[in-house]
């Protein structure tokens, strides 16, 4: 068995279900810690998180990752308990197989290599561990970079295991990321009897011109590197239940996925204006979950698409699609961002899982990217 695979299956069998830990980053830290990495626990409200690192120079390179994972969903759904990891033609089986502890173990296992071959390295070489990528992602990596920009730790390169690979391991990595932008909606009507309707006032039917207008806006038509943004209602709900009455009030969620060709506050001022346009009478509150961001230049990338080369004799498609990650937190300090990690055909699903063989060529791919640029 591979280093790799033996700590995969070490992390995998950890219930670390977002925001718990449950030991997976003390196994990070007993394998780094020997190597000269120090160690700091930088845990805010009920996330644990860790920041290692080894010298004390510059430039700074830092393996970004995250040890917490979805819940599994119902267990009867599964062909094999989703914390007991299994090998079953060649694949292994369970939660976090690619999202992503296959990710966090095939980088401990390419600084272990690099360590030991070049232990003069250049600059330093840190480690950047949550507990709360998978939840709301309140304490997490947010506030460590708040703590490291507090003390003047400024970040210059950044690989993130983020599983960004479709058919093939490196096939595509991410170089950006849309924003998210999200609305709470509150629409007000006046509740009354079905029966006398003029006694009413319907806020879905007020609403649904509105709707009807901020489904069909175009907002924009994305640029070279990001897709047109998007609108997309999660949630509806009114009414209280019975078939006789007229709501008072309707809620509505939403979201915006949006390129660099917008901003969050153009968001903002055309939906309220479409809003107003109608004439409800509403309160609207936003969050932002994460503004866009696009690595530009070449480093980074360079020693990645050099790094997959050599490894997978490929190169890989430079992409900004998916949902958000920790990246979103790390590129406004102005570091190189990008992410490379494994399948994601399977991530949160039932059955997650990766095939074994890319586990130690994702280690071999971590250790090149170090050799490039670290050496």
């Not at 460590?144 to 003390?151: D, H, P, S």
């Amino acid at each position: 068995m591979s280093q790799t695979l033996d700590l995969t299956l070490d992390l995998m069998r950890r219930e670390s279900i977002t925001p718990e830990d449950a030991g997976c980053m003390d196994r990070v830290i007993a394998r780094l810690e020997p190597l000269g990495f120090k160690v700091e626990w930088l845990n805010f409200g009920d996330t644990k998180n860790i920041w290692l690192r080894r010298g004390s120079e510059v430039p700074l390179f830092v393996f970004l990752g995250h040890t917490d994972v979805v819940p599994p969903g119902p267990l009867e759904d599964w062909s094999s308990p989703p914390f007991e990891p299994e090998i079953r033609d060649g694949k292994l089986y369970g939660r976090g197989a690619a999202d992503m502890k296959s990710g966090v173990a095939a980088m401990m296992t390419a600084l272990e290599r690099f360590v030991a071959a070049h232990p003069g390295h250049r600059g330093s070489i840190a480690v950047m561990l949550t507990s709360d990528e998978e939840g709301a992602a309140t304490y997490g990596v947010v506030k460590v970079v708040e703590t490291l920009q507090a003390r003047g730790e400024a970040i210059d390169w950044c690989l993130i295991g983020e599983p960004s690979s479709f058919d093939r391991l490196g096939d595509t990595i991410r170089v950006g990321r849309r924003g998210s932008l999200c609305g709470v909606l509150r629409v007000f009507g006046v509740q009354a009897h079905v029966a006398y309707p003029e006694k009413g006032d319907n806020p879905i039917h007020r609403f649904a011109p509105a709707l009807a207008e901020l489904t069909a806006e175009v907002w924009d038509t994305g640029n070279a590197f990001f897709p047109p943004t998007s609108f997309q209602v999660s949630n509806i709900h009114s009414g209280t239940g019975a078939e006789n009455v007229i709501p008072g009030r309707l809620e509505v969620l939403f979201n915006f996925r949006f390129s660099t060709a917008l901003t969050e506050e153009d968001i903002k001022r055309r939906v309220t204006a479409i809003l107003d346009k109608h004439g409800l009478r509403y309160e609207l509150s936003w969050r932002l979950s994460g503004a866009p961001f696009l690595t530009t230049a070449p480093e980074l990338i360079e020693a990645t698409q050099q790094a997959l080369e050599a490894v997978t004799g490929q190169k890989a498609r430079p992409d900004t699609g998916g949902g958000t990650s920790d990246g979103r937190f790390i590129a406004p300090t102005g570091a190189q961002v990008v992410e490379l990690g494994p399948l994601n055909g399977s991530i949160h699903k039932i059955d997650e899982h990766v095939p074994v063989e890319d586990l130690d060529v994702l280690s071999r791919i971590y250790e090149q990217v170090l050799v490039n640029l670290m050496a």
